[in-house]
């Protein structure tokens, strides 16, 4: 499996093919704004994650298609380094590499036992769109997500977002447990068979 976690060496902070929107500053209405998220069933993104411990950092190219339940999550490296596709739909995952797949019913699990890196993959649709997963959360200045924790003790906190479209979408956030650190930048978000910005 130490191969595996190999594919997640690259360096951090590598620049991206293309950049995001500007931060926007645009205030929203909170009650609006959370239900037209909630209505997106079909989207896909493109941008970096970076994986942190006290150990060290890892960073990947990542691109994530969601339809309806099901999720189809990409991450790849430059130089030839070969990806890791991961396919989930609820109590059912498989992982795809270059030579092997890997099959289970516990996607955050598979994921650890092959990378050793916990993300999780179950509630990322909800977190990566700016909804929140409990009902304790704070809102930053324009009335959108700023932050929550979940019972599972996985902190998420938005740090900007940018206008896609019609829709104000998050652009950074990060997820803190207790021993990891998840850092993503989004660069393009595509709503709807929409044209990504």
Request: net charge negative; charged share 15%.
């Amino acid at each position: 499996m130490r191969h595996l976690a190999a594919l997640f060496i690259l360096v951090l902070g590598l620049s991206a093919c293309t950049s995001p929107p500007p931060i926007t500053t645009q205030n929203s209405e909170w009650d609006q704004h959370l239900s037209e998220l909630q209505q997106i069933k079909n989207w896909q993104l493109s941008g970096k994650i970076a994986f942190i411990n006290d150990n060290e950092r890892q960073a990947a190219n990542l691109f994530w298609q969601q339809n309806n339940n099901k999720s189809v999550l990409r991450i790849n490296g430059p130089l030839g380094m070969q990806g890791i596709e991961l396919h989930y739909q609820p109590g059912k995952v498989w992982v795809k590499t270059k030579d092997e797949e890997y099959q289970g019913s516990d996607a955050q699990l598979l994921v650890y036992r092959l990378t050793g890196w916990q993300v999780p993959v179950e509630q990322l649709p909800s977190w990566l769109l700016g909804i929140p997963t409990q009902n304790d959360y704070q809102l930053n200045a324009q009335n959108r997500l700023a932050e929550f924790t979940t019972e599972e003790q996985w902190q998420i906190d938005y740090l900007n977002y940018g206008q896609y479209n019609q829709h104000t979408l998050p652009r950074q956030l990060t997820l803190r447990s207790a021993d990891n650190l998840l850092k993503l930048n989004i660069h393009k978000w595509q709503i709807n068979d929409s044209t990504p910005h």
